[in-house]
């Protein structure tokens, strides 16, 4: 079992060298940013959330709760609660984390190089409160080509809202 699963990590993991251009922001440079104390962080979040969210960890492939998710709705960041990334922009893409072609907008997410693990990828974090969601490649689906793969407990689910009725 342990071989199936480091095969998995590293076929989705992005190993191959890429030359994307990586966009540096400064994480929580607007307003609303939202800035707290490790030990704050460790009492807000679950210990597995704060080793992902904080401490820049990885959850185990397909084992997330939003993996296979297919509800209509909003992923926004389980840390701060910002939405970062649409229903309508996830897919498939058979490595066991959420993949999406794109966020909601692009001021809700921030790049940074990640050389960790003797490899070269491209982090995305929170912009709003600088947590570690996962990392992004370009082998991702048209419109983009690209292909964010994101921890499922570095994320909370808001349905969509059901169509309002029309008035009698």
Known sequence: ??????????ACSGVQPHNRTVRRHGVGGGS???VKSEEEWR????????RVLRQKGTEAPFTGEYWNH?????????????????????FDAGC????FW?????????????TSHGMVRTEVLCRRCGGHLGHI??????????RYCINSVSL????????PHAPR
């Open 1 to 10: 079992m342990g071989w199936t699963v480091a095969a998995v990590w590293l």
């Open 70 to 90: 297919r509800a209509a709705g909003t992923y926004a960041c389980a840390a701060c609660g910002q939405e970062l990334f649409a229903s309508t922009t996830k």
């Open 43 to 50: 009492q807000t979040l679950s210990a597995e959330a704060f």
């Open 96 to 99: 066991g984390w959420p993949s």
């Open 156 to 163: 909370s689910f808001r349905p969509a809202d059901p169509k």
């Open 137 to 146: 490649f370009p082998d991702g689906p048209e419109p983009t080509g690209q």
């Open 32 to 34: 609303g940013t939202v």
């Open 102 to 114: 794109d966020a909601v907008a692009p001021d809700r997410v921030e790049f940074r190089e990640d």
